[in-house]
């Protein structure tokens, strides 16, 4: 098999590569439960993820490399309800970089690194031939409070979905760096930890939660539904869209369902919770147009169905193909 940038977006064919190589050769208990970030035993449990960042701008509206190095390895942390605490980072240069570039990209992260209340306590650089690139490689380690157990398999019947903000907002804001189109979307590039303590200090019952990246929304609520073995049925009239995403969406053929994020979550909660989980989210931080979009059921297990406004049914799939490349 030939690897193409289909394999980098997130879909079908990142988790088939993913399935045939990387899980089949290092196959253990804790990788095979593939969640954002794996939850390990030691004197407590400690949550451990690392991730890539080769994103194209490497600064773009809302946000730079930096910003997204740390955003998106805190963000994977939380999602399995730990509390992030420190992050590595591995830099490999391109010959021809500027400096002063690099000054914006390690003060960003200083900053976010700041605002999250993680330590970056350890790195690596390397310098290669090339045209002025910078690629950055983050590893995070958090600790996972006692009787906090979050997964995909745990979404049960009668649980609510919610979604934190506005899609899709990232993925447009890349895109239109690199096409040259002008408007006013900015990168919701954000790190969420705000809104994970609000829900877990309240008590709401917290089934799984995934950041809505490479693949968007509906890959991610696909890989929900197939590990829970359930149905996730939304109504396509809540999902929270902004009118500048919407109509550059409408321009390009692009659909917010399938475009990635850097400062939105995903959560499946009990029913009964959505309520007070959404309270959370809309007070705090980057949570403000939070929703609830639909909810788990045994109509159509492995499957997503999405209600239109007119009353129809159709079949949301995980993304198939390209999508964008370079988002993060």
Do not use: W
């Not at 919701?188 to 809104?195: K, R, S, T, W």
């Amino acid at each position: 098999m030939k690897i193409t940038m289909a394999h980098g977006s997130g879909g079908r064919a990142t988790s088939q590569l993913i399935a045939d190589i990387f899980a089949r050769n290092f196959n253990n208990e804790v990788l095979s439960r593939m969640e954002d970030s794996a939850v390990v035993p030691g004197s407590g449990r400690i949550a451990v993820t690392t991730d890539s960042f080769v994103v194209n701008p490497i600064f773009f509206p809302g946000g730079d490399i930096g910003k997204l190095s740390v955003c998106g390895t805190v963000n994977d942390l939380l999602m399995s309800g730990a509390q992030p605490k420190y992050l590595t980072c591995g830099f490999i240069i391109e010959e021809g970089a500027q400096s002063g570039e690099l000054e914006r990209i390690a003060a960003s992260m200083a900053q976010t690194a700041s605002e999250a209340g993680v330590t970056i306590v350890a790195g690596d650089t390397k310098v290669i031939e090339g045209n002025g690139g910078v690629y950055i490689n983050t590893a995070g380690v958090g600790f996972v409070p006692e009787g906090v157990n979050i997964s995909a398999s745990l979404c049960r019947e009668g649980d609510a979905v919610l979604v934190s903000g506005y899609l899709g907002e990232h993925h447009a804001a890349i895109l239109s760096a690199r096409m040259g189109i002008e408007n006013q979307i900015l990168s919701d590039c954000a790190p969420l930890g705000e809104m994970v303590q609000s829900m877990q200090e309240a008590g709401v019952r917290i089934k799984a939660m995934r950041d809505v990246t490479r693949g968007g929304l509906a890959t991610v609520l696909h890989e929900f539904a197939v590990s829970s073995d359930c149905c996730v049925e939304l109504e396509e009239n809540r999902l929270p869209v902004s009118a500048p995403v919407k109509g550059f969406c409408g321009l390009l053929g692009l659909d917010p369902l399938y475009m990635g994020n850097e400062g939105k979550m995903t959560a499946v909660v009990a029913g009964e919770d959505a309520p007070l989980a959404l309270e959370c989210m809309k007070k705090s931080r980057y949570g403000e147009n939070a929703a609830i979009i639909g909810h788990i059921s045994q109509k159509e297990k492995g499957k997503i169905l999405l209600t239109t406004p007119i009353g129809g049914t159709r079949i949301l799939s995980e993304l198939i193909g390209e999508g964008l490349p370079r988002i993060c």
